[in-house]
């Protein structure tokens, strides 16, 4: 079986983001009651948007099941206050449940969180239980700058975070760190700053020693860790200047990276600096790079081709596709059947 940890639910019916729209609008409007409101998405509607796009690539591309959650740019913690992100996180929390009700044996939800710049993620924990208890997700999303690119929170190792890392440990799920939006219109999203949250948290981890706190709490790094591979030696000597243990030691019992790297060399060099029990398959289809590569044929997103083509054990090939993925998402135990 091959898992995909992380996908997005990108091709959403276009009612979503009407809703979106409105529920922005109403924000000019302070002296108007602000109510959850409805939205009206069929499951014929839910079924189009998904047979012509993810599960067609799935198809194509042999891949079984993905780990599905609402899209990461369209999350936009930084507009309006809690009030709206709860409502919207709610609403795009349940379209995830609906995919995965629909497609059971294709799609495993993972929540949007209703997280709020200068908000204490603890106002996260009642909607990460429902989806956990109640819509049987596996994981969540957890943005380490709610603020949109400017960083105002405390760094993900302050204990600002703990109660919130508290819940995680205790319903037994991971968290993915993933930014959304960044309003600076200087800075791309998918290209600058995904990569530098991704990076900037892995920082934020090297400096403090949260693990030692929360030894059997987990983190998935998507895009392959942003620059940190690449730049692995810098972030060894960084910690060794801090006095930390080794890198290994000091993160890779509690830290995973994805394979959303859009190249061969990427992610061969992701395989030569990461351990294989720390990576796991994702390719975030139809997602920030959808196109086809000149110098290949084939689509750059189409990741699992790097993966079959690593000169790498079987037994590595086997963690890396399915069997970490079954480790870190531990309630997929519940969702999926046994690995044969």
Not at 125 to 148: A, W
Not at 269 to 284: G, M
Not at 323 to 340: D, E, I, Q, T, W
Request: glycine share 8%; aromatic share 10%.
């Amino acid at each position: 079986m091959i898992i995909d940890c992380h996908g997005h639910y990108t091709t959403a019916p276009k009612e979503l983001e009407a809703y979106r729209q409105k529920q922005i609008a109403e924000l000019k409007e302070p002296s108007s009651a602000r109510s959850k409101g409805t939205i009206s998405i069929s499951d014929d509607q839910i079924r189009e948007s998904i047979d012509k796009a993810q599960l067609k690539l799935q198809r194509e591309r042999g891949t079984d099941v993905t780990i599905f959650s609402p899209r990461a740019a369209g999350m936009g913690h930084h507009i309006g206050d809690a009030t709206t992100s709860l409502h919207w996180s709610q609403v795009c929390n349940d379209l995830i449940h609906r995919v995965c009700t629909l497609y059971p044996q294709n799609f495993v939800g993972v929540c949007q969180l209703p997280q709020t710049p200068g908000v204490p993620p603890t106002s996260c924990i009642p909607e990460l239980e429902r989806c956990i208890k109640e819509l049987g997700f596996i994981g969540c999303n957890l943005n380490p700058d709610p603020s949109g690119g400017y960083w105002k929170d405390p760094p993900l190792t302050d204990k600002w975070w703990y109660p919130f890392y508290e819940k995680l440990v205790e319903l037994d799920v991971p968290a993915m760190i993933h930014v959304s939006l960044f309003v600076n219109q200087n800075v791309q999203k998918t290209g600058a700053h995904y990569i530098n949250g991704d990076t900037t948290a892995f920082m934020h981890l090297i400096t403090a020693d949260l693990f030692k706190d929360f030894p059997s709490l987990e983190f998935i790094i998507p895009h392959g860790g942003g620059a940190v591979p690449y730049h692995w030696g810098r972030y060894r000597g960084i910690a060794q200047d801090l006095k930390k243990p080794l890198l290994k030691d000091h993160l890779l019992n509690n830290v995973f990276f994805d394979t959303c790297v859009y190249h061969q060399p990427g992610v061969d060099l992701l395989f030569k600096v990461i351990p294989a029990d720390n990576i796991l398959f994702a390719s975030e289809m139809v997602g920030a790079v959808r196109g086809i590569d000149p110098e290949t044929g084939n689509y750059y997103d189409d990741t699992k081709r790097y993966v079959d083509a690593l000169k790498i054990s079987e037994s590595d090939k086997r963690k890396v596709f399915e069997g970490n993925a079954r480790r870190v998402y531990s309630r997929l135990k519940n969702k999926l059947p046994a690995s044969k």
